[in-house]
């Protein structure tokens, strides 16, 4: 029977050489990776049956990027992921929809032989359907408006203003739609945002409708609430490897948002003191 195929991931290069060395005497085949962007070259090119990373690695990426890629480039792989950090318990559940198993370093080699052989007999759990956050928000765009609209129900000072609730709906489905435009493009976060007319447009009918600034910002503030509930419900789904990203980039788009309406709500307030 061929050794089973270990790739070691870990940028402590004396962890690394040790704990290959430890697995070698235990007749398992060993790969070593002392970064992320190496990890990712050898499993584009070869195929391994375990992956045992580190969860905190330096530089772009982290040992659930290495997950994320071991899953799309071989689904039946068994994926381990070794943590520093004992607290990890507190996120383990959601970090567990991406891999198999977490263990504490440092771990008594014998436990981590056991744990290995123990996954490869169970096997890998059934692939799981992954979406891109775009993908999500697109999906649930409707459910997320009304999630949002009950949230703004309960503030008084908003609800002071009697709109219906196409007007205070409305122009979400282009915040939508250009929040998964903005997903799926490549500015960069912090980068000159995107022109959005209904962004404009937007600021100049809340003033149109008597809101107050602050209204606007409290509407923007759940507006974020709302996406980051549907995207926490959503969880077992999203690549974890990008989550963070496009939750900055999420924020940031619908700031930009905020920040054009309120340049027109501005430019609506001052036309207001012009003489007719």
């Given at each position: 029977?061929?050794?089973?195929?270990?790739?070691?991931?870990?940028?402590?290069?004396?962890?690394?050489?040790?704990l290959g060395e430890l697995l070698q005497q235990h007749e398992f085949h060993v790969a070593?990776?002392?970064?992320?962007?190496?990890?990712?070259?050898?499993?584009?090119?070869?195929?391994?049956?375990?992956?045992?990373?580190?969860?905190?690695?330096?530089?772009?990426?982290?040992?659930?990027?290495?997950?994320?890629?071991?899953?799309?480039?071989?689904?039946?792989?068994?994926?381990?992921?070794?943590?520093?950090?004992?607290?990890?318990?507190?996120?383990?559940?959601?970090?567990?929809?991406?891999?198999?198993?977490i263990l504490v370093k440092p771990m008594d080699v014998?436990?981590?032989?056991?744990?290995?052989?123990?996954?490869?007999?169970?096997?890998?759990?059934?692939?799981?359907?992954?979406?891109?956050?775009?993908?999500?928000?697109?999906?649930?765009?409707?459910?997320?408006?009304?999630?949002?609209?009950?949230?703004?129900?309960?503030?008084?000072?908003?609800?002071?203003?009697?709109?219906?609730?196409?007007?205070?709906?409305?122009?979400?489905?282009?915040?939508?739609?250009?929040?998964?435009?903005?997903?799926?493009?490549?500015?960069?976060?912090?980068?000159?945002?995107?022109?959005?007319?209904?962004?404009?447009?937007?600021?100049?009918?809340?003033?149109?409708?008597?809101?107050?600034?602050?209204?606007?910002?409290?509407?923007?503030?759940?507006?974020?609430?709302?996406?980051?509930?549907?995207?926490?419900?959503?969880?077992?789904?999203?690549?974890?490897?990008?989550?963070?990203?496009?939750?900055?980039?999420?924020?940031?788009?619908?700031?930009?948002?905020?920040?054009?309406?309120?340049?027109?709500?501005?430019?609506?307030?001052?036309?207001?003191?012009?003489?007719?």
């Amino acid at each position: 029977m061929p050794s089973t195929r270990i790739l070691l991931v870990d940028d402590d290069e004396v962890i690394r050489s040790t704990l290959g060395e430890l697995l070698q005497q235990h007749e398992f085949h060993v790969a070593e990776a002392g970064s992320v962007s190496e990890a990712l070259k050898l499993i584009s090119a070869n195929v391994y049956d375990v992956l045992l990373s580190d969860l905190h690695m330096p530089g772009p990426g982290d040992g659930l990027t290495v997950v994320s890629a071991m899953r799309h480039a071989n689904p039946l792989a068994v994926t381990i992921l070794l943590s520093a950090f004992p607290e990890m318990d507190a996120a383990s559940h959601a970090i567990l929809l991406q891999t198999d198993q977490i263990l504490v370093k440092p771990m008594d080699v014998t436990t981590l032989v056991a744990t290995i052989r123990e996954r490869l007999a169970i096997g890998a759990p059934p692939t799981r359907p992954i979406e891109s956050v775009a993908t999500i928000l697109e999906r649930t765009s409707e459910t997320t408006i009304g999630e949002w609209y009950g949230h703004i129900q309960r503030d008084s000072k908003v609800m002071s203003i009697p709109l219906s609730y196409e007007e205070r709906t409305g122009y979400l489905h282009q915040v939508f739609l250009d929040l998964i435009h903005r997903l799926r493009s490549s500015i960069p976060i912090g980068g000159k945002e995107l022109t959005s007319k209904a962004a404009a447009e937007h600021g100049r009918n809340r003033r149109r409708n008597g809101y107050s600034a602050a209204m606007m910002v409290e509407e923007s503030r759940m507006l974020q609430v709302s996406v980051f509930h549907t995207l926490q419900r959503n969880l077992a789904r999203i690549d974890f490897s990008l989550l963070l990203t496009d939750v900055m980039t999420i924020a940031d788009e619908i700031d930009s948002q905020l920040s054009q309406a309120m340049e027109n709500y501005i430019e609506e307030s001052k036309n207001d003191l012009l003489p007719a």
